[in-house]
């Protein structure tokens, strides 16, 4: 079965320092990946998707994520981070070829943005 | 465009009770609606996968009796929680997609209380 790891938990940083929150996943086979954030009390949204094409991907607010396929991973970036980016992220990834069709997510990294 | 709505947005009940949650796509015609649970501080875990029309696919662990799904039409899933016990108060969060490849969009939740 595949799984996902973001090996940050935990993130602090200050105003307008540079981000970079790690996801690995472990399957062989094509994926999909995805960022979503989730802001406090408010529900999951997707930030950015990978699905084919260019490896590196813009989303909203800023965000970029590039999928290295030979890594496993796609990471997620925004080279200047604000206050409203306090937030808990979670990659998720859906596998395309086992007919499953469920994400499966990773256990999130938590961000908080010092003013 | 893309929005799901869960409804209650969180419900108290007691020991014993049955509680029904509701899953609707505003907007578009959802042929896949998945229903997980996120415990404090974790992530998403899956619960089942509802296809409308069909039986829904319960992931490993997840007791089928105690966790009803019901996925009548295209724009409405409901994940029933029978005789409730305080160990299945947790927030439950449902989302949506309408093809196989497509994003997943998600409800705002629905935290359970069982007292």
């Known amino acids: 079965a595949q799984s996902v790891s973001q090996h940050n938990h935990h993130v602090i940083l200050s105003e307008a320092a540079s981000l970079e929150l790690g996801c690995n996943y472990s399957?062989?086979?094509?994926?999909?990946l995805f960022w979503y954030v989730q802001y406090p009390g408010q529900h999951l949204q997707l930030l950015l998707k990978?699905?084919?094409?260019?490896?590196l991907v813009k989303g909203i607010k800023g965000f970029e994520a590039e999928f290295i396929k030979s890594k496993f991973s796609f990471n997620l970036r925004k080279p200047s981070v604000q206050w409203s980016d306090t937030a808990e992220y979670f990659c998720?990834?859906?596998?395309?070829?086992?007919?499953?069709?469920?994400?499966?997510f990773g256990s999130g990294t938590r961000l908080q943005v010092q003013p | 465009g893309a929005v799901v709505s869960q409804h209650p947005s969180w419900v108290i009940c007691k020991s014993g009770t049955s509680v029904k949650i509701e899953c609707r796509s505003l907007?578009?015609?959802?042929?896949?609606m998945f229903w997980y649970r996120q415990f404090p501080k974790q992530s998403l875990m899956l619960m089942a996968t509802?296809?409308?029309?069909?039986?829904?696919?319960?992931e490993q662990g997840v007791e089928k009796d105690k966790f009803l799904i019901n996925h009548a039409s295209l724009t409405l899933s409901t994940l029933t929680v029978t005789s409730a016990h305080p160990e299945d108060s947790s927030f439950y969060i449902c989302?949506?997609?309408?093809?196989?490849?497509?994003?997943?969009?998600f409800g705002p939740g629905t935290r359970l209380l069982v007292l």
């Open positions: 990978y699905f084919s094409g260019d490896p």
């Open positions: 989302s949506a997609t309408r093809t196989a490849q497509e994003t997943q969009y």
């Open positions: 399957y062989g086979g094509t994926v999909n």
């Open positions: 998720a990834v859906l596998p395309m070829d086992t007919g499953r069709r469920a994400l499966t």
């Open positions: 509802s296809n409308e029309g069909s039986k829904a696919t319960y």
């Open positions: 907007d578009f015609q959802a042929t896949t």
